[in-house]
Structures are given as C-alpha cells and as structure tokens.
C-alpha cells in the first residue's frame, strides 16, 4: 500500500506560478514513477507529467512542455510539479499517482492521492 497527499494547490492570476507537492509513504517509494493528472469540470482526467523512479526520465503532456517542470526528491519521498505561466485552462483539480508499468494512461497507475484543486483566473 502507499499513501499519496497531495498539497499546494489555490488560486493564482494568469500567468503566476504554483508549486503542487505530492508526499508519498508506505511502501518503498524509489520502486515507482510517479505521474500527475488533472480533471476540469465536465472533463476527463487527462495526463499532466510524470517522472520514473530514478528522476532521469520525465515526460509531459503538450498542453504544459515548457511550462511546468516535475521532479522528485526521493529522500524526501515527494514529487514535486513546478507550474509557471499558469492560464485559465490549466483551471483543474490534480491528483498524483504511483506506477509501475507506464505512465500516460490512468489505469495504468496503483494507488493515487485526492487531488489538490488549481484554480487561475484571468
């Protein structure tokens, strides 16, 4: 089992920045990719970006490359998701996920936290 929380989230003007945190616990962390989604109003939860255990591969959706960066520190057993030049689009609810076989669809992800709400006005 392994817990997911998820922090960070609020409500920003177009164009600020947000830092979304998602803190992990349970079974051994470095063992998973970790991937965040996020579902709009009326939407289907899409895949934002996601990182493998080691941290050297990272992979984003189209919608955010080169606006939001995700790393992790696995010392600290957390993934963070760095969003900057935020829009009103990006308006969603985020939720982290773990992996072990794949990272771009959601079934593909075991155990996921409750999801931390971004709001960005315009």
């Known amino acids: 089992q392994v817990q997911l929380v998820e922090s960070g989230g609020g409500l920003v003007q177009a164009g600020g920045s947000l830092r979304l945190s998602c803190a992990t616990s349970?079974?051994?962390?470095?063992?998973?990719?970790v991937g965040w989604f996020r579902q709009a109003p009326e939407k289907e939860r899409e895949f934002v970006a996601a990182?493998?255990?080691?941290?050297?591969?990272?992979y984003y959706s189209d919608s955010v490359r080169g606006r939001f960066t995700i790393s992790r520190d696995n010392a600290k057993n957390t993934v963070f998701l760095q969003m900057n030049s935020l829009q009103p689009e990006d308006t969603a609810v985020y939720s982290c996920?773990?992996?072990?076989?794949?990272?771009?669809?959601?079934?593909?992800?075991?155990?996921w936290g409750q999801g931390t709400q971004v709001t960005v006005s315009s």
């Open positions: 349970g079974r051994t962390f470095s063992n998973y990719a």
């Open positions: 996920g773990v992996t072990r076989n794949g990272v771009f669809t959601e079934e593909q992800y075991v155990f």
């Open positions: 990182i493998t255990w080691s941290g050297v591969g990272t």
